[in-house]
């Protein structure tokens, strides 16, 4: 008795507030747009059984996917978030390897401080940390001040609002997501195969390229699907750091449903913007699993 | 183990500086004096007083704390009984359905989770406002804390818990004397980790939040929007120096307790022998 109320509480709970409000956007999205509020019909009337219910899919449609589609807005926005969110997953494993590399080799002494300052900014407030770029990177910012200072350019460069402030802001952010998988898996590598290779004849740079590469290439690949995944659907980075020509896809969702109070096609926009999101997740999934089996043997 | 080169000393010591300047440079400035944030006119707290003075942004504080609290609290008890059955449940029906519910939260973007609590809220006619932003934040949070307890639920012995039940116990008090105080640790960290996500989250909150109730990010948002700003930097500099002060005492406590945990176990074992 008491365990089926230790499994129903927070199973209902999630049905409830998880699965029912997605199932009402995939709904909407089926539904048209009206002026009126809410901004949608149809709803579905269960006092009238199944007449109401065959009422309810008859006016059931594709227009908003179809409007999707005929809007250059919303592709380009697709592409562009899947753009920006591979760029900059890339220049975050630029970053942040050298990062976990140094951490694994350092000394074991000083290796629970080094991580625990790779955490915290994680506890720090995600805005607070976008928001810090904006003071660098605006035209009379710390960094055009330093540059112009040091005599390096002569014109403030303008960075904020454009697509390089967004790849900082990411980078920055994301960074600890993808140093801690890969310095799990390099802490754990075992010194003596470098030691080996270069026995056997390997230069320092190719034994990294040919031991320690491929045997980090789990957490590489773990960190780049924890900084790619959350990336695309990115709202806070876009509207702090980007400007009108950044289109990302968490904002456009953000404008139809705010500014343009178009519910239908803002479901809509979430509907495929989770589609697109499944293969990703699906392949994380797979090499969290062959991670787990390789660990388990 | 390989000598510690320059080329890690280098990339540590510009990976921590990129970490850490920005906000350095952000509570640096908050003491400020001038309206111009980015031009430095001399030492000056007055940007607190102003913070202190502006009833919006006090009144924001204790929504957003008032949230946090209830939230995590909640999400803390949801996460551990989730966790408890992923783990010691068993099989029942739909566990592959609960399971999916507790992972899929945790990827899925903040502007979808909102807008469909939103949507729901809307459809069942529920004003908003605190209570919908505590019942949007518990219910994200708690799959966080689910997932914090149930990787130390895996790693417990079992044979504790069935040596309690072996013993007289109930199910719930073997749970309540026996599982819960070793996996305390991990429950308490799930409650830290659901109470930053929830003081820290913009976009669900701005989604289920009303005119009524609105929460510090949201005041943070609409007005670093516009660009930077001094109140705006010493409101950030206080909530980097909470959540440090938090962090670190928090690790420390913990690191004293495993401590203390090993000298009582040894303690036990030279007993016994």
């Known amino acids: 008795m008491r365990r089926a109320l230790v499994i129903a509480v927070p199973y209902f709970w999630l049905l409830a507030l998880f699965l029912v409000p997605f199932l009402i956007v995939l709904k909407i999205s089926l539904s048209d747009t009206e002026l009126a509020i809410p901004p949608y019909t149809p709803t579905l009337d269960l006092s009238e059984g199944w007449a109401g219910f065959r009422a309810f899919l008859a006016a059931l449609d594709l227009e908003n996917f179809t409007f999707l589609t005929t809007d250059d807005l919303y592709w380009k926005a697709y592409l562009s978030s899947l753009q920006i969110a591979v760029v900059s997953t890339f220049l975050t494993l630029l970053v942040?390897?050298?990062?976990?590399?140094?951490?694994?080799?350092?000394?074991?002494?000083?290796?629970?401080?080094?991580?625990?300052?790779?955490?915290?900014?994680?506890?720090?407030?995600?805005?607070?940390?976008?928001?810090?770029?904006?003071?660098?990177?605006?035209?009379?910012?710390?960094?055009?001040?330093l540059l112009v200072g040091l005599g390096v350019i002569s014109e403030?460069?303008?960075?904020?609002?454009?697509?390089?402030?967004?790849?900082?802001?990411?980078?920055?952010?994301?960074?600890?997501?993808?140093?801690?998988?890969?310095?799990?898996?390099?802490?754990?590598?075992?010194?003596?195969?470098?030691?080996?290779?270069?026995?056997?004849?390997?230069?320092?740079?190719?034994?990294?390229?040919?031991?320690?590469?491929?045997?980090?290439?789990?957490?590489?690949?773990?960190?780049?699907?924890?900084?790619?995944?959350p990336t695309i659907g990115e709202f806070v980075i876009p509207s702090l750091l980007g400007g009108s020509q950044t289109l990302m896809i968490g904002k456009v969702l953000w404008e139809e449903f705010f500014s343009n109070r178009d519910w239908p096609v803002a479901s809509a926009v979430a509907v495929i913007l989770l589609l697109i999101l499944v293969i990703p997740i699906i392949l994380f999934q797979r090499n969290e699993q062959r991670q787990r089996e390789a660990e388990g043997k | 183990m390989r000598r510690f080169s320059w080329f890690n000393a280098t990339a540590l010591t510009l990976g921590f500086a990129f970490l850490y300047l920005p906000m350095l440079i952000l509570i640096i400035y908050s003491f400020n004096g001038g309206r111009l944030v980015t031009v430095w006119s001399g030492f000056s707290t007055k940007w607190y007083g102003e913070l202190f003075r502006n009833e919006a942004f006090l009144d924001a504080a204790w929504v957003t704390l008032k949230v946090a609290v209830f939230s995590s609290t909640i999400a803390t008890v949801l996460g551990t009984m989730a966790a408890y059955v992923l783990i010691r449940g068993g099989r029942f029906l739909g566990r592959t359905l609960f399971s999916g519910m507790i992972y899929a939260p945790l990827v899925m973007p903040e502007v979808i989770t909102g807008l469909s609590l939103l949507l729901l809220f809307i459809g069942i006619g529920l004003d908003r406002g605190i209570l919908t932003i505590v019942l949007a934040h518990t219910t994200f949070s708690m799959c966080y804390v689910s997932v914090v307890v149930s990787s130390r639920l895996v790693t417990f012995?079992?044979?504790?818990?069935?040596?309690?039940?072996?013993?007289?116990?109930?199910?719930?008090?073997?749970?309540?004397?026996?599982t819960?105080?070793?996996?305390?640790?991990?429950?308490?960290?799930?409650?830290?980790?659901?109470?930053?996500?929830?003081?820290?989250?913009?976009?669900?909150?701005?989604?289920?939040?009303?005119?009524?109730?609105?929460?510090?990010?949201?005041?943070?948002?609409?007005?670093?929007?516009?660009g930077v700003s001094p109140e705006i930097n010493a409101l950030s500099t206080l909530l980097i120096a909470i959540v440090a002060v938090g962090v670190i005492t928090a690790s420390l406590v913990?690191?004293?307790?495993?401590?203390?945990?090993?000298?009582?176990?040894?303690?036990?074992?030279?007993?016994?022998?």
Not at chain 2, 166 to 175: E, H, K, S, W
Not at chain 2, 254 to 273: F, G, N, T, Y
């Open chain 2, 157 to 178: 012995d079992r044979s504790l818990e069935e040596a309690a039940l072996d013993l007289g116990c109930t199910p719930f008090d073997a749970f309540r004397l026996v």
């Open chain 1, 96 to 145: 942040g390897y050298p990062i976990a590399y140094g951490m694994a080799r350092a000394d074991e002494a000083w290796r629970p401080t080094l991580l625990m300052l790779v955490i915290l900014p994680f506890w720090t407030s995600f805005l607070i940390r976008v928001y810090s770029w904006m003071g660098i990177l605006s035209q009379e910012g710390y960094l055009n001040q």
């Open chain 2, 254 to 273: 913990s690191k004293r307790a495993i401590i203390r945990r090993q000298r009582d176990e040894q303690a036990a074992i030279k007993a016994v022998a």
């Open chain 1, 156 to 229: 403030p460069l303008t960075i904020l609002n454009t697509n390089t402030a967004v790849y900082i802001g990411i980078v920055y952010t994301y960074l600890p997501f993808m140093i801690l998988p890969i310095y799990a898996t390099l802490e754990r590598m075992d010194a003596s195969l470098l030691e080996a290779a270069e026995d056997l004849g390997c230069s320092r740079l190719s034994a990294f390229w040919l031991v320690t590469v491929p045997l980090s290439k789990s957490g590489i690949i773990a960190g780049c699907f924890l900084v790619f995944i």
């Open chain 2, 180 to 226: 819960l105080p070793i996996i305390a640790p991990a429950v308490i960290s799930g409650w830290l980790l659901a109470f930053t996500l929830s003081l820290d989250d913009l976009v669900i909150a701005s989604f289920t939040s009303g005119p009524s109730a609105t929460t510090l990010p949201i005041k943070i948002f609409s007005a670093v929007r516009l």
